[in-house]
C-alpha cells in the first residue's frame, strides 16, 4: 500500500434505524436492487412490504448482505430511503471522498479479498462482523480527489468514443431511412369518432391502430417478407432427459444469444437425439435469427448464422433465403434498422410477443441489387467503425480501472 490501510470497523458503523412494517406508510422509497457494475439503485413500484424495513440516511454506504463481493453496494444520494432486511446501512465515521470510496471498494483487488474470505458459498450474507475485518488505503482528501479525478477524466475519453459510435449507428438509421424512403407519421385525429376495425384491434391492439403509421416509399417495391424466405421457429428439447444435452455438438441458440451479431457457437448445444425427439429443426449457415421475445431489449434482435444451428421456439428463422432476389446481408441490416418498429408490433394489447404471422407479413422495401449492395458496402464501413470505436472504449475504461488500482495499491 502507498498509504497507511485503515480497517472498515473505522470507517464506518451500522445505522440501526428500522421502521415497522406496520407503520410504513409509504413515506420513502423502498430500494429494489443495486446493480453490481456501478452501484445505481433502482426502487419498487410497489409499496407494500412484509417485512419490517432498515432506514438509509443521505451518504450512507449501502450494502447487500448477500451479494456484496459482486458489487451490490452503493452510496446513498436520495435523502432517506428504505430497504428490506438483506440490505443494511453504514454509517461514514471519517471524511472521505465518496467517489474514491465507492471506486476502491469496486477494485478487483478488494472484492478479490472479500470472496476469498467469504465461508460457506456465495450465498453466506456478508455482515458487518464479517466486512469490518477489511482494510482500504485512505490518502488525504486531497490525493483521493485528484486519483478519481484521473479516474474520470479516463472514463469521459471513453464515454466521448461510445457517443460517437452510437452517433454514427444512428446516421446509418437516418442513411436507410432516408434512402428507402421511411417514414413514420403520427396520425392527427379530428374531434369526433374514430373507426377501427375490429380484426385490427384483435391483432395489434387499440394503441397499435391510434398511434402511429409507417409510410415506406413508392420509388422500390415494397414485398412481404414470405415472398423472399422461409420462415421456421425452433425448440427445446426436453431437460428432463439429459442425453438430449450431453456430449451435443449440435449448435442450440437461445434469444440471449440474439445481439445483432453473427453466431459461430453457442452457449448450449444438443445431441441427434435431442434434434429428433423435440421441435427443434437445424437450420444452414446464412440464415437470420429474429428474437420474437425476450427480456429487456431482446425481442426484435437479430443475428446471421455462420454455422449450421438449432434454435429455441422463441427465435423466428429466415431460411432459404432467395439471393436471386434480396441480398442476405441488406436483409439483416434492414431488420436492425427497424428494430424499433419491429418491437412495437409486439406491445399491443393483446400481443406482447412477436409471432411467425407478423414477421413473414413484414413488409420489406426491396430496391434492385446493385443498390441493395451498395448499402451493404456503406453499412459495412460503418459498422467496422462502431466496432472500433468501442474497442477504444473499452481498452480505455480497463485503463482506468488499471491505474486507479495501481494509484492506491502499489
Not at 25 to 49: A, H, L, M
Not at 136 to 149: H, R, Y
Not at 237 to 244: A, F, K
Request: net charge positive; with cysteine.
Amino acid at each position: 500500500y502507498k498509504w497507511k490501510p485503515v480497517s472498515l470497523e473505522k470507517i464506518m458503523k451500522p445505522r440501526k434505524e428500522r421502521i415497522k412494517n406496520k407503520d410504513y406508510k409509504g413515506q420513502f422509497p423502498i430500494v429494489e436492487k443495486i446493480r453490481f457494475s456501478d452501484g445505481k439503485v433502482f426502487f419498487r413500484e410497489e409499496k407494500n412490504p412484509k417485512t419490517d424495513l432498515n432506514v438509509s440516511c443521505v451518504n450512507d454506504l449501502l450494502v447487500s448482505n448477500i451479494n456484496f463481493e459482486k458489487g451490490a453496494f452503493a452510496i446513498n444520494t436520495f435523502e432517506t430511503i428504505v430497504t428490506s432486511t438483506d440490505y443494511q446501512s453504514y454509517e461514514l465515521l471519517v471524511p472521505i471522498d465518496f467517489d474514491y470510496f465507492n471506486q476502491i471498494l469496486r477494485t478487483e483487488k478488494f472484492l478479490l479479498q472479500v470472496k476469498s474470505l467469504k465461508s460457506g458459498g456465495m450465498k453466506t450474507r456478508a455482515r458487518y462482523d464479517f466486512l469490518k475485518q477489511f482494510e482500504i488505503p485512505i490518502p488525504p482528501i486531497s490525493e483521493q480527489k485528484a486519483i478519481v479525478q484521473k479516474y474520470q477524466d479516463t472514463i469521459n475519453e471513453a464515454e466521448k468514443l461510445e457517443k460517437e459510435a452510437n452517433f454514427l449507428l444512428n446516421d446509418s438509421h437516418l442513411y436507410f431511412d432516408n434512402l428507402l424512403q421511411i417514414e413514420d407519421i403520427k396520425p392527427s385525429f379530428v374531434s369526433g369518432v374514430n373507426f377501427i376495425h375490429y380484426k385490427n384491434i384483435d391483432l395489434w391492439g387499440i394503441d397499435k391502430n391510434l398511434c402511429r403509421k409507417t409510410i415506406r416509399n413508392k420509388k422500390y417495391k415494397t414485398v412481404p417478407l414470405e415472398n423472399l424466405c422461409s420462415v421456421g421457429s425452433g425448440g427445446t428439447p426436453s431437460r428432463n432427459h439429459s442425453e438430449y444435452y450431453r456430449d451435443g455438438n449440435i449448435p442450440w441458440i437461445k434469444t440471449t444469444e440474439v445481439i445483432d451479431e453473427i453466431i459461430s457457437d453457442t452457449e448450449e448445444k444438443i445431441t441427434q437425439k435431442g434434434l429428433e425427439n423435440s421441435s427443434a429443426k437445424l437450420y444452414e449457415a446464412n440464415s437470420l435469427i429474429i428474437a420474437m421475445y425476450g427480456q429487456g431489449k431482446t425481442r426484435g434482435r437479430t443475428a446471421k448464422l455462420n454455422v449450421r444451428a438449432t434454435t429455441n421456439q422463441a427465435c423466428a428463422v429466415l431460411y432459404d433465403i432467395n439471393e436471386s432476389l434480396v441480398n442476405i446481408d441488406y436483409l439483416w441490416f434492414y431488420f436492425q434498422n427497424e428494430y424499433e418498429r419491429i418491437r412495437e408490433l409486439a406491445s399491443g394489447n393483446n400481443q406482447p410477443n412477436l409471432n411467425a404471422g407478423m414477421i413473414k407479413t413484414y413488409p420489406i422495401v426491396l430496391p434492385p441489387l446493385p443498390v441493395q449492395n451498395d448499402i451493404v458496402e456503406h453499412i459495412n464501413h460503418i459498422k467496422a467503425q462502431v466496432k472500433d470505436l468501442r474497442q477504444q472504449a473499452k481498452e480505455l475504461r480497463e485503463k482506468a480501472k488499471l491505474e486507479f488500482e495501481r494509484s492506491v495499491f502499489e
